[in-house]
Nanobody
Framework: QVQLVESGGGVVQPGGSLRLSCAAS????????MGWYRQAPGKERELVAV???????HYADSVKGRFTISRDNAKNTVYLQMNSLKPEDTAIYYC????????????????WGQGTLVTVSS
C-alpha cells in the first residue's frame, strides 16, 4: 500500500506565501510524475502544476510566475511554493503521483492525497 500525505495549508492574506509539501510512503519502487491539483468551491478539480521525474515542469496559466513546483526524489516528496497569493487561489489542494510498488515495479498506479485547504483572505 502507498499513500500521499499533504501538509502546509492554512489561511494567508492576499500577496502572502505558503509552501505545501506532499510525502509519499509505503513499499515504493519508483515515482514518475508528481503534481498538484486544486478544487475551489463549486468548481471542478484543475491541474496546478506537474513535475516529471526527470523532465521539465508544467504550470497552469493562472499560476505561472507565482507558483514553483519542485521534488526531492530521495525523500519521495513534492513541494509547491506559492507566492503572491490571490483570493482566487482559495481551494483544496491535492497531491497526485504515479507510483509503482516493489512487488509490481512495472505497473504505475495513480495515487491521490487527502487534500489540504488553502484560504487566501484579508
Amino acid at each position: 500500500q502507498v499513500q500521499l500525505v499533504e501538509s502546509g495549508g492554512g489561511v494567508v492574506q492576499p500577496g502572502g506565501s505558503l509552501r505545501l509539501s506532499c510525502a509519499a510512503s509505503g513499499s515504493i519502487f519508483s515515482i514518475n510524475d508528481m503534481g498538484w491539483y486544486r478544487q475551489a468551491p463549486g468548481k471542478e478539480r484543475e491541474l496546478v502544476a506537474v513535475i516529471p521525474k526527470g523532465g521539465s515542469t508544467h504550470y497552469a496559466d493562472s499560476v505561472k510566475g507565482r507558483f514553483t513546483i519542485s521534488r526531492d526524489n530521495a525523500k519521495n516528496t513534492v513541494y509547491l511554493q506559492m507566492n503572491s497569493l490571490k483570493p482566487e487561489d482559495t481551494a483544496i489542494y491535492y497531491c497526485n503521483a504515479f507510483i509503482s510498488r516493489n512487488l509490481t515495479p512495472w505497473t504505475f498506479l495513480e495515487v491521490w492525497g487527502q487534500g489540504t485547504l488553502v484560504t487566501v483572505s484579508s
